[in-house]
């Protein structure tokens, strides 16, 4: 996926096009947008230690330390990125970008960056805490609606361990859900059946009535689409809990048991 970038042309568009369209088309839409070859995070690692070889600590080196947090790297990361490069590139500018980096990753705790690489890695948005269902769910849920017209499409997204309640979509005629995984790993189950990982492009069919759960897997971010499929007088009956028992019970065995 080719990276948008108009930095060049905000900044230097009238005063130099070409260079403008070099950095923006050049640099940052093909160079950095070549992920096949190499990943944003691995690029940004590359970038962030460049620039600080150089002794620069202006808004470019900012840019990319914010890239690069952006891109999966996190606080302790960067903390031993600076700290190895340190020894190669010279002790005073380690500590100019220390403190930048330090700014940069302020009050952000790993897991918030984990958060941001799992965003990076779908191209759907988290949205906002799924407020309205969290009584129906363990641990912290994000929703973002794509569409609220024709058919519903909300993207879902699950923190590691998170998962909804046992629950059946009701519906007097048609109806029921469809799950499109994008990100990330997670688990279904339907009941009195065996638990199924679930991993980005796989599609759950769940029809009206059929007693179910979905979520995350322990160590994993997880996002799926849920597609609300039309009916009539469509509705959802929440029931029970996936306790933490059954739910480690099927974790500690995700890998390989959930075809079975
Ligand atoms: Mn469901």
């Keep these: ?14 005063f130099a096009p070409k260079f403008a369209q070099l ?3 050049v640099l940052f ?11 944003l995070r691995d690029r940004s690692l590359v970038t962030v230690t460049a620039l600080m070889a150089q002794g620069l600590t202006d808004s470019s080196f900012k840019y990319h330390l914010m890239s690069a947090k952006k891109n999966g790297i996190t606080k302790s990361e960067i903390a031993e990125i600076l700290t190895h490069a340190a020894f190669y590139i010279g ?35 988290i949205g906002q805490p799924n407020d309205g269902f969290a009584q129906y769910f363990i641990g912290q849920s994000f929703l973002a609606p794509l569409s609220t017209e024709q058919v519903g499409i909300f993207n ?25 995984c994008v ?7 339907e009941w009195g059946k065996e638990v199924r990982e679930l991993k980005p492009g796989d ?8 007693k179910h759960w979905h979520g995350a897997a322990s160590n994993s971010w997880f996002s799926h689409l849920a597609v609300e499929v039309p009916g009539e007088n469509g509705r959802s009956e929440w029931c029970e809990a996936v306790s933490d028992e059954e739910y480690m ?7 390989g048991t959930a075809e079975k």
């Design 203 to 210: 599609v759950v069919n769940i029809k009206t009535g059929v």
């Design 1 to 14: 996926m080719a990276i948008k970038q108009t930095a060049g042309r905000d900044a230097l568009g009238e």
């Design 91 to 125: 002790w005073s500018k380690a500590w100019a970008a220390f403190y930048m980096a330090k700014e940069i990753w302020a009050d952000n705790s790993d897991t918030f960056d984990e958060k941001t690489a799992h965003e990076n890695s779908m191209v759907f948005p």
């Design 156 to 180: 879902v997204t699950f923190e590691p361990g998170c998962r909804n309640n046992w629950h059946i979509h009701h519906a007097d005629k048609g109806g029921g859900q469809i799950l499109v």
């Design 29 to 39: 839409g093909e160079v950095w947008s070549r992920e096949d070859k190499l990943s």
């Design 23 to 25: 950095n923006d088309d």
């Design 183 to 189: 990100a990330g790993r997670g688990l279904y189950q």
């Design 249 to 255: 019970g099927y974790s500690s065995s995700e890998k």
